[in-house]
């Protein structure tokens, strides 16, 4: 179709697929850039950031005419599963999963040196939830020890926020954000790691606080054609003339 | 951004721009076809189909390579509206509606002969609490006569319901569908016209119906690149090469 409108791209694991059941951050999102952005999901259950590289290139292609106005990209919850625990294979080391970044942030950059790159942290890892959700799936066999603890998973919250100083990028330190907020376990969290309606309301409102600090602040973005009250009912030809050339 | 995905576009008014709130009908097809097929809103408050039609082609572009595989098209509940009087402006005779209707199906199916276009009737109005609204907004000055009727509305609904058959397409009688149930006009409409979280769940299932009848169900339809559980940790190119050619 005719694409007039710019596009922001969630780029992630389950947490950005899921951004778009009742209450989810993608759809409130979708939701703030009505007829100013269209807000497209790339989210990918399950995949670490070493996995996300092979998607980048058909994700975004370098020669794409429209490539997207911004992006955020969320992983990390994954890469930071245990190794010698159940998630192991998802597993990806703090220092790749921060190479990893580094190169789906050039690529982007490289698809669109204006693009607005925004990095999201994982968020904080209840591990009783997590323990207690794995024991309402698997009983007595639920494993012992957790497959992702929140120290961990800090250490790469931090590593997503140290390059984005490096490379001038906003991020959000949702791990950190999260946790000032008492009862964030499971006030924010359903499983010990996804997110809750409310977990998705921090998400949403962190970046809406980013997207307006840098150049992209949705309510003073032109509406995509004219309001009604502007149509003359008996020409009203007139303010569509003036207002799609 | 290299668009790999086929594209669902919701083409109306007010209830279709407000698809993605909290609860909405947008929000839950996009969440259905996610990683599957990408839900673009094209939803403008408070139009009628006359005004509809000089979008048409800035939406649409009959020479784009990549036309949406599926579009709704929502509009009425603003043609409805009696004249003489408060919103006699957004009234567009009946018979006008049923050839403005046809002439955006044409487009459409100009764009893309194999495009599955579903017609939606605007749902049905409760007067009683168009009046309410009304009052709550503006006091006593509010007008004494109803801007809607659902009986008038229901006309329209008629036409629409009438040529999706002349056209050989599927249509939502939400007008009648509604009306089925006890309690439709607070359980489904939030101010006698807009839909509630309830009213935005029917939309939603009998778009997914008739979406399942036709050649789109989101169930069966290919997940975009792989789930995460059939990628080898150990060599995770394998499965890409093999599925992302």
Same mark, same amino acid.
């Given at each position: 179709m005719g694409t007039v409108r710019p596009q922001i791209v969630l780029f992630g694991d389950s947490i950005t697929e899921q951004?778009? /059941?009742?209450?989810?951050w993608g759809a409130a999102l979708a939701h703030n850039y009505s007829r100013k952005a269209d807000v497209v999901v790339r989210g990918y259950g399950g995949y670490n950031t070493r996995w996300a590289l092979f998607l980048l290139h058909h994700l975004f292609?370098?020669?794409?005419?429209t490539p997207p106005v911004a992006a955020t990209i969320f992983f990390g919850a994954n890469d930071a599963a245990l190794l010698? /625990?159940?998630?192991? !294979?998802q597993h990806v080391p703090v220092e790749e999963y921060k190479e990893n970044l580094r190169r789906i942030v050039h690529h982007l950059k490289e698809c669109s040196p204006t693009m607005l790159v925004v990095l999201i942290t994982p968020p904080p890892i209840d591990e009783a939830g997590r323990k207690e959700y794995a024991q309402s799936l698997?009983?007595?066999?639920?494993?012992?020890?957790?497959? !992702?603890t929140n120290e961990v998973t800090g250490v790469y919250a931090k590593q997503c926020v140290e390059l984005a100083k490096e490379l001038c990028l906003p991020s959000i330190n949702l791990w950190s954000k999260m946790q000032?907020?008492?009862?964030?376990?499971?006030k924010f969290l359903s499983d010990g790691l996804h997110l809750t309606a409310e977990g998705n309301a921090v998400v949403h409102q962190e970046v809406v606080k980013v997207f307006n600090e840098a150049w992209l602040p949705a309510p003073e973005m032109p509406y995509d054609f004219p309001r009604?009250?502007?149509?003359?009912?008996?020409?009203?030809e007139k303010v569509f003339q003036q207002q799609c050339l």
């Open positions: 951004s778009f /059941r009742i209450g989810g292609h370098l020669s794409t005419p010698g /625990r159940t998630s192991e !294979r698997y009983g007595e066999k639920a494993m012992e020890l957790p497959e !992702r000032e907020t008492k009862g964030w376990q499971k009604h009250s502007e149509i003359d009912a008996e020409n009203p």
